[in-house]
């Protein structure tokens, strides 16, 4: 009788302890199921994310590029609103070169909305800007460096609604030389892929960034890998125009990060797509020991300078005749 009591007893008090830990386990269960088979709820992304909730619009767009002409190769620049002096000097600069071998090429500015006491001013000077050029095209979203993730998804989105039947985009900052031609010659040849192919200078292997004081730290918890998926720098890189739209249709998948080369690399990854190195390391310079001779600027397509005068000197003497390089012996090099 005592005995059976005791027994009794014990599995009382296993009941007792077992019960409560299947109940918690089994409503764990449940709870990842349900984030599961739901949508996920809106969640503030924190500071190493961007808000890229894909509902932004175009409050100027009146550009004829890409809806009355059919540019071979576009070139596209983000710039920051009130950056008047550099769109102007890319203007009367490589912008102005529309004609080049013989394709079509036209330059478009993308920019967001302003910010500041003086926003409604400074709107109206770009207003101004654009009637005379119609070469702006603004979202409305907030523009700042932070916000560039933003500003390349809705230049994707602006692409893939006008310029699907162009050939080329390239995308490129505003404090960046570029020889236009150069980079048409690159486009123009047989070895040159005609879709899924994105170039410039590409980073392989560039690690993931984990010191907090670092411009481009990344936490564990946003980006677990301990190295990006190879990446052409954002300074300047070219697309063939079928992959915006490729890279919009897999963008829900993956969770925008602010920066905004990265962010391209892993939809492009999901898209098992490879960026390709240019044929020549020379041809994508980031950071350059100025000044550049004529022989080298003979030989790049895109290159970072440190001033608008810098940007505007390089242009002109890359267009002269004797930009190029000579031998040991002094003799022009034969092509
Ligand atoms: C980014 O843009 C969104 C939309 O305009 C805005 O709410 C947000 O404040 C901006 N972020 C920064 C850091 O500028």
Known sequence: MENWRSHLKRILIFILGVVPIFLIYHSYLNYDRKSESFDIPYVDPGPYHVAYPRNYKFIMDDTPTCKTTTPFLVLMVPVAPRDVAARDAIRKTWGSERLVLGQLVE??????LLGGADAEQQQEKLRQENQQHHDLIQSNFQDSYYNLTIKTMMMLEWLNAHCVKASYVLKIDSDILLHVQNLV???????????????????????VLRDPSNKFYMPKEVIAEPEYPPYPLGMAYVMSLDLPGKILGVS???KPVNIEDVYLAMCLKRLGISPTDPP??????????????????????????????QMTGYWERSRQPDAKCSTSSGLPKLE
Request: net charge positive; glycine share 4%; aromatic share 8%.
């Open 252 to 254: 829900p998948q993956i």
């Open 280 to 309: 020549e390391k020379t041809m994508f310079l980031v950071d350059p020991k100025h000044p550049l001779s004529g022989c080298s600027l003979s030989k790049v397509i895109a290159v970072t300078t440190t001033s608008v005068q």
């Open 185 to 207: 010659k690159l486009l123009l040849d047989p070895k040159t892929a005609k879709q899924n192919y994105m170039t410039g200078l590409v980073w392989w292997h560039s690690p």
């Open 107 to 112: 330059t478009v500015f993308i920019v967001g």
